[in-house]
């Protein structure tokens, strides 16, 4: 320490009062459990000692931001305000800088976080991301609606995939490289070569295998961090309750009316959102149906075509990079809702034509009367018209 | 006279184009032209009385339902979208 940092401690220690670590530790449990916030606990040091461990309670201002950000941690100035550092010195110097701010009452730990700890006191550890994830995500840490606090949502998000075909192949793997963390498949059907064409998880290697083990050694060869979960079985009123309480958020990449109209007041009871998507030829399109916000699958269609107004691709056809561009238009209304950002299609239908190369959208209706999710609504008991649909709702749900 | 769009599996019942005009003031009213040049339309998406429950029907982007339903009044610069379930797959 030279003479002119010597001169700032001496006017340091004769404006910033100093707690011992048993001081402190006693105002803030008192403050704890009186459920008071008259102290605002603020760490000054930096990020890479933040991470080791901090003080419960504690906001992190690093000292080179304090006079920048101080103002927003504490707006008002009579406010108390504890600072500490490692050692005790830092924070004094900070706390000086707060007096010329016009802080009234300033405090600093003395010892800092070093006595603190090793006086046996808790300490907290922040959640960060691996080294590993710093550098696979780094493209989406350097996008502010996503940043560390976003990658750790899609690191804890759940996804179900109802259908490891032509919606849930793309996907799942942009779902997978987005880091969700757990990516629920189901799927009783295995890769056929005519799937090919379109359900890019799966391998000329692995026709012959369930679709949701292909995708499952198609998902952890990318990435990692994803826990995937198959259900080799099709959804009905004995699972489909069970099955989707796990989850955060469906993506429905089914191709029957039953399996839809099941999910649908399955998904409303639960008040989990269902990411609808559908293709035809050469047009696609897609909505969220978010319980009890928008309309209900229901609301739109209260009753499924007749066989012949709902010819499968099987029968139709499709070009194999319509439910690719449908699929990740799915799994970017999924990252929507997980995030919290955006505008979700909630209430809206986006269109795509093709070989118009338009996009357009279509206002949603929510029916009051709807007799899932209208005011009278009874979704428990509504019938799903296993009888009356275009594809016969057999073992496999896919797309 | 107003512009129909039909979704790709009606397509068929009129001459398997994507798009056309019909007359009317209101949608009851362009709907019974739809139905005098094309009849297999109506076979399609209204064999009864009332139209089948499967269809939704917009008026320039808005459901109907929202508007004034088969009284929604319909100019010649709007555009009409008759739009069905579809299910896909396989």
Redesign the interface.
Known sequence: MGEASRELMRQARAQVAEWTTAQASEVLARQRSDGQNDLVLVDVREKNEWDEGYIPGATHVPKGYLEQRIEEVVPDKSQKVLLYCAGGVRSMYAGLTLKQMGYENVISLAGGFGQWKNSGLPVVQPRTLSQAQLKRYSRHLLVPEVGEQGQLKLLDARVLLIGA??LGAPAALYLAAAGVGTIGIIDLDVVEESNLQRQVIHTTGRVGEYKAESARQAIEALNPDVKVVTYLDRLDETNVAQIIADYDVIIDG????PTRYLLNDASLIARKPVIHG??????G?LTVFKPYEGPCYRC??????PAE????????G?LGVL?GVIGLLQSVEALKLILGIGEPLVGRMMMYDALAGEF??????R?PNCPACGEHGHPEDLPIYADV???PARVAV?? | MATVRLAPVLRASVGGVKQVSAKGETLADVLSDLYVNYPALKEQIQPGDTLSRFINIYVNDQDVRHLQGLETSVGPSDTVILLPAMAGGR
């Open positions: 075909g032509g089914t191709d029957n009316f559908s293709v035809f030829r050469f047009e399109q739109l269609y209260p009753e499924p075509p107004l709902a010819p499968s691709c099987a029968e139709a499709v439910p357009s959208e279509l206002s949603l209706y029916d649909c275009a594809m896919h797309a």
